[in-house]
C-alpha cells in the first residue's frame, strides 16, 4: 500500500518508503498544525527523493541545507505557509581541523574517526579535506562530543575550532570524452564512456546497475537524457555534458565529462 503511493518514484527501498512517509507526515504537520521539521544528514539521493515528493504534492514550503552553498549531504527543513528556513535556522555546527600539512589526512580518516566516537552516519554532513585543514559539518546534537572527544585522526594529531571560513576549495578534476553512439540507451553511452564494448557494458548494468541521478536502475535499454549524471561502480562517474546532433549514418555525438 505504501509503495502505492509513491509508485511515481520506481525501485524504492523499505529505507526510501520510511523517509518518505516520514516527510509526508511532516507536510501534514506543517500544514494542520504550523510544525517545522527538520531531518538528520540526507545523501544525494534521499535528496533528491525528497525533491520529487514535493513537486508531485506541489509542496513548496520547504529548504534543503548543508551547511554551504552546494553541499552534497543536506537536511531538509518542512515548514508551514507564511514560514521560512534561514540557513541559521538547521541544526548543524561546521567544526574546523587543524593539524600539520604533512599529516596526509582523508576523507575515510576523518569519517572513520567520527565513527569511532559511535557518531552516526545521518548526524555527519559533507567532509572538506585541505592541507593542514579540514572542514566537518555535524548536526549541532553531537557537535559537543565530537569537540571535547576527537583529538587524533589517523595518527594525525588535530586540534578543533567550531566554525567555517569557507577556505577549503575542492577542485573536481574532469575528463572530457566525446563520441558518437547508436542511441541514447545507457548500454550504448556507456560503452563510449568506459571505453568497453557494448555487450559488456549491458552485461554490467544488468548485474552491477547503473545509478542515473542517483536513482538506481538495471536496464541497459533505459534512455539517457543530456545533462544526467550516471555511475556504475568499477567504471566511475560521469555527466552527459551535451547531444551534438547526428552524422551522416544517423549516429548521435555526445560529450561526456568523466569526474576523475
Known amino acids: 500500500?505504501?509503495?502505492?503511493?509513491?509508485?511515481?518514484?520506481?525501485?524504492?527501498?523499505?529505507?526510501?518508503?520510511?523517509?518518505?512517509d516520514r516527510v509526508s507526515d511532516w507536510i501534514m504537520a506543517a500544514d494542520e498544525?504550523?510544525?517545522?521539521?527538520?531531518?538528520?544528514?540526507?545523501?544525494?539521493r534521499q535528496c533528491l527523493l525528497c525533491e520529487k515528493l514535493m513537486a508531485s504534492v506541489k509542496y513548496e514550503n520547504y529548504r534543503l541545507w548543508g551547511?554551504?552553498?552546494?553541499a552534497a549531504r543536506r537536511m531538509l527543513c518542512v515548514y508551514p505557509e507564511y514560514g521560512e528556513a534561514?540557513?541559521?535556522?538547521?541544526?548543524?555546527?561546521a567544526i574546523t581541523l587543524l593539524y600539520r600539512k604533512?599529516?596526509?589526512?582523508?576523507h575515510r580518516d576523518i569519517l572513520g574517526s567520527l565513527m569511532g566516537l559511535r557518531i552516526t552516519r545521518d548526524s555527519v554532513?559533507?567532509?572538506?579535506?585541505?592541507?593542514?585543514?579540514?572542514?566537518?559539518?555535524?548536526?549541532?546534537?553531537?557537535?559537543?562530543e565530537v569537540t571535547s572527544a576527537l583529538t587524533k585522526v589517523g595518527r594525525a594529531g588535530v586540534k578543533l575550532q567550531e566554525g567555517y571560513d569557507g577556505s577549503i576549495h575542492i577542485e573536481q578534476k574532469i575528463q572530457e570524452i566525446s563520441g558518437t553512439v547508436a542511441s541514447m540507451r545507457a548500454?550504448?553511452?556507456?560503452?563510449?564512456?568506459?571505453?568497453?564494448?557494448?555487450?559488456?557494458?549491458?552485461?554490467?548494468?544488468?548485474?552491477?546497475?547503473?545509478?542515473?541521478d542517483h536513482m538506481p536502475k538495471n536496464s541497459p535499454k533505459i534512455l539517457l537524457e543530456e545533462g544526467c549524471t550516471f555511475s556504475v561502480r568499477g567504471c566511475g562517474k560521469f555527466k552527459l555534458?551535451?547531444?551534438?546532433?547526428?552524422?551522416?549514418?544517423?549516429?548521435?555525438?555526445?560529450?561526456?565529462n568523466k569526474f576523475v
Open 1 to 20: 500500500m505504501a509503495r502505492a503511493k509513491y509508485q511515481f518514484l520506481p525501485d524504492l527501498s523499505e529505507d526510501d518508503i520510511r523517509l518518505l
Open 33 to 44: 498544525k504550523y510544525i517545522t521539521k527538520f531531518s538528520a544528514f540526507l545523501d544525494e
Open 67 to 70: 551547511g554551504y552553498e552546494n
Open 86 to 93: 534561514e540557513s541559521e535556522d538547521f541544526p548543524i555546527t
Open 102 to 106: 604533512e599529516d596526509k589526512i582523508t
Open 125 to 144: 554532513g559533507d567532509i572538506l579535506v585541505g592541507d593542514g585543514k579540514s572542514a566537518v559539518f555535524l548536526r549541532s546534537s553531537v557537535a559537543g
Open 187 to 212: 548500454d550504448c553511452i556507456l560503452s563510449l564512456a568506459a571505453r568497453i564494448s557494448r555487450e559488456k557494458s549491458a552485461q554490467l548494468i544488468k548485474n552491477v546497475g547503473i545509478e542515473i
Open 241 to 256: 555534458l551535451s547531444v551534438d546532433g547526428t552524422t551522416k549514418k544517423d549516429r548521435i555525438h555526445i560529450t561526456l
